[in-house]
């Protein structure tokens, strides 16, 4: 059956869920207590996707894929759980709209893309790696981002958050699996990784879809977010670096898409476009809240 | 010439342009832009701040070599496209039926041992496929356009970058962008706009009649709101400025920005023998028996937390003026000749400043219209992509011997499993 690891991570996911919420006597138990445990989860099917490709483990794949499904599907519980309980506390609001609940939306993205993916992929081996990023990057919010459930100011009060927010991820989302992808083309040609890695022209093809696909929601996400701005502060583009470092990654991934249709750039020099594009993401995303002030200020840990 | 225009016109400008461009707008980010001169001198030391307003990093985004580039970014892009437009074209006209039928791009055979009409009955009826009329010399051609208009959907997108500019530098021209600083009870038409000294007067003017702050249980804000009247010769209208839902009248666009909040002193005032409550505010001055003008000139916050307001009293038919400090609780008495008169500071009322930014954009409509040729062109670009598939049937004495092939734009790959498929329909299905 071609969907098993989706059906059986699904009953996982739902399992988990009642045993935690059996384990704190409540139908809804606390979001972030679900939110780590998908991080755990993540975790895992990273080291089990690990072993499967170093060890050969044919098994590996479908036992990666499934725990990496419930992973998945136990995050968007945690999601929907958080959406109620800000109901709970008196002002509902979609919950995207926070450093920790960017971070762990971010996390669905990764993840999610690359299950979609996983369908149409010849292997499953990059499940280690970008389970690996999303695990990290779940834990990072659970380390360093500020879980409580607290009110929306009100320049964060727009339907234009929402549209804002799912388009960025799920860009970022796309640009992440990219990047895994580029790392993977990068020892593909080192001899003692190339029996376990499929051919670099399917590496190549598919870092490229993806970029393209990212570079869709990261334009629409520039867009949105332009509207937004126009709507709160009356100025579509003020060149705040939040803005300014979206668009130095949209003109990366521009430029690499260009490159490859015009000039025919293929293999490395895509895998390092790749990688380097990825870092712009990261610093958009993190270093401008860390290391630079602008308008995006209520995305910092300590707001 | 022809060497320049050709440079302009070249991919590989283009690509070194996009990166470039990022390059650039990297600077802009690592420095606090749009301060004055003297505050790079003094952060940044004398040597690297005048390095810095040397190449207008402080101002990068407008600066020259910035602009340049997006400009020739901009040259780039539209000499691209125009060079390029009439291939697209040439490729979105061109008739599909003109094919050599040996000559099928990606081709793939098989044989089959059925009835020619039958299957070409099922390549036009259930395919779907184009039947060419004209002679074809052994056989029969079928072929079928997808998404054919999407040869020029690429053009969209370039286009939309060229509307985004073009309304920016509207904006920039024929636009502007201030504050309106307006406190509670006052009437105003007169815009600050930012970086420059000149007030802007509009033809209309706006009324704050208050200013709500909504909280939220925890003492966290919710909701910052201005409730205005606008008030244009004869026409009163009232609305509400709140963050996310600015006020629109004649393309002016009022935004909520910031609020600051200013005493109002409630201060007795005793003349001779008779005692008057009165409040005194910076707005207007206060007037005692058509003779005495009272004005709040400045207040401060003194160290112990209470404020201390500094009041200038001025004799209007002498022009003579008195100065005097006023703290609750001390009465402070001045004399004119003979004439004595007493303040004293009851207690304070806060009122409240709305600072609203005030916006004039013609270019938005462009720039919206930019976003979405952006949005349609990618989605055509992503998901129409411009395929045509050819089937040659070619009967003879042993069956049917079928050539398929196809050509796409962009996603040469996929083909050949498109093409796979199409032979098993026809092997299994005709």
């Known amino acids: 059956m071609q969907f098993k690891n989706f059906f059986i991570g699904c009953i996982l996911a739902i399992l988990i869920y ?3 919420a059996f384990g704190t006597h409540t139908l809804l138990p606390e979001n972030s207590l679900l939110f780590s445990l998908s991080t755990f989860i993540y975790l895992l099917a990273g080291i089990i996707y690990l072993i499967y490709w170093i060890f050969k483990w044919e098994l590996g794949a479908l036992v990666g894929s499934t725990i990496g499904w419930s992973g998945f599907i136990l995050n968007f519980l945690a999601f929907i759980v958080r959406w109620i309980q800000t109901h709970q506390a008196g002002f509902g609001y979609i919950p995207l709209s926070n450093l920790y609940e960017s971070l762990v939306f971010f996390g669905l993205c990764t993840a999610g893309i690359y299950l979609f993916l996983e369908f149409k992929l010849p292997t499953k081996i990059f499940g280690s790696i970008v389970f690996l990023v999303a695990s990290f990057i779940m834990s990072y919010a659970s380390l360093k981002a500020d879980a409580e459930i607290k009110p929306l100011l009100p320049a964060l009060k727009s339907n234009w958050l929402i549209a804002h927010v799912i388009t960025c991820f799920l860009g970022y989302g796309a640009f992440a699996v990219a990047f895994a992808l580029g790392i993977f083309y990068l020892l593909s040609s080192k001899s003692n990784f190339k029996n376990y890695l499929p051919s670099p022209t399917t590496l190549d093809n598919l870092m490229y879809r993806l970029i393209l696909f990212g570079f869709f929601w990261l334009s629409l996400g520039i867009i949105t977010g332009s509207v937004w701005a126009e709507q709160a502060w009356g100025s579509y583009w003020s060149w705040d670096p939040k803005e300014t470092w979206s668009f130095i990654t949209w003109l990366i991934y521009g430029g690499t898409i260009h490159a490859r249709l015009t000039r025919g750039w293929r293999g490395k020099k895509m895998a390092w476009l790749s990688i380097i594009g990825f870092a712009s993401v990261l610093f958009t995303y993190f270093g401008v809240n860390f290391l630079l002030s602008g308008l995006h200020s209520y995305a910092t840990p300590n707001s | 010439m022809k060497k320049i225009v050709d440079f302009l016109a070249s991919a590989k400008l283009a690509i070194t342009l996009f990166f470039i461009l990022a390059l650039f707008s990297i600077f802009g980010t690592l420095l606090p832009q749009g301060q004055p001169a003297q505050f790079y001198l003094i952060k940044y030391g004398k040597t690297l701040g005048k390095f810095i307003l040397l190449l207008h990093l402080n101002n990068a985004y407008y600066s020259w070599w910035y602009v340049a580039t997006l400009f020739l970014f901009l040259i780039n892009l539209t000499i691209c496209s125009l060079r390029r437009l009439p291939i697209s074209l040439k490729l979105f006209k061109w008739d599909s039926s003109e094919i050599d ?36 010399k052994e056989g029969y051609l079928f072929f ?94 009232d609305a509400l400025i709140k963050v996310n839902h600015p006020l629109q009248y004649k393309n002016i666009t009022f935004y909520q920005a910031s609020y600051d909040e200013v005493p109002q002193f409630i201060i007795s005032i005793e003349k001779n023998g008779k005692k008057e409550i009165k409040t005194l505010d910076s707005m207007l001055p206060l007037n005692i028996d058509n003779k005495y003008d009272i004005f709040l000139d400045t207040y401060m916050r003194h160290q112990g937390g209470f404020l201390v307001a500094k009041i200038r009293i001025v004799n209007e038919d002498t022009g003579e003026q008195q100065i005097g400090f006023l703290v609750e609780g001390k009465p402070l008495t001045v004399n004119f000749g003979n004439e004595k008169i007493t303040f004293n500071m009851e207690g304070v009322k806060p009122l409240y400043m709305s600072i609203l930014q005030v916006k004039k954009d013609p270019g938005v409509v462009l720039v919206y219209l930019g976003f979405i040729c952006m949005i349609l062109g990618l989605l055509a670009v992503y998901f129409f992509e411009p395929k045509t598939f050819w089937i040659y049937v070619k009967p003879d004495n042993k069956g049917v011997l079928i050539n398929l092939g196809a050509k796409a734009k962009r996603e040469r790959d996929t083909l050949i499993l498109k093409l796979q498929d199409l032979a098993k329909k026809l092997e299994k299905e005709a």
């Open chain 1, 18 to 20: 009642a045993l935690s």
């Open chain 2, 101 to 136: 039928p040996d000559k099928i791009p990606n081709k793939m055979s098989l044989k089959l041992n059925k009835d020619v009409t039958r299957i070409n009955a099922f390549i036009s009826n259930v395919l779907n496929f184009k039947k060419v009329e004209k002679e074809i």
């Open chain 2, 144 to 237: 079928r356009d997808f998404n054919r208009w999407s040869y020029l959907s690429v053009y969209i997108v370039h286009l939309s970058l060229v509307f985004i500019l073009l309304g920016g530098l509207i904006g920039v021209i024929w636009g502007f962008k201030g504050n309106l600083v307006l406190i509670e009870g006052e009437t105003s038409n007169q815009i600050m706009p930012f970086g420059k000294k000149e007030p802007i007067f509009l033809d209309f003017y706006l009324k704050l009649n208050k200013f709500t702050i909504e909280l939220y249980p925890n003492g966290m804000p919710k909701e910052y709101i201005s409730n205005v009247t606008v008030i244009d010769k004869n026409k009163k209208i």
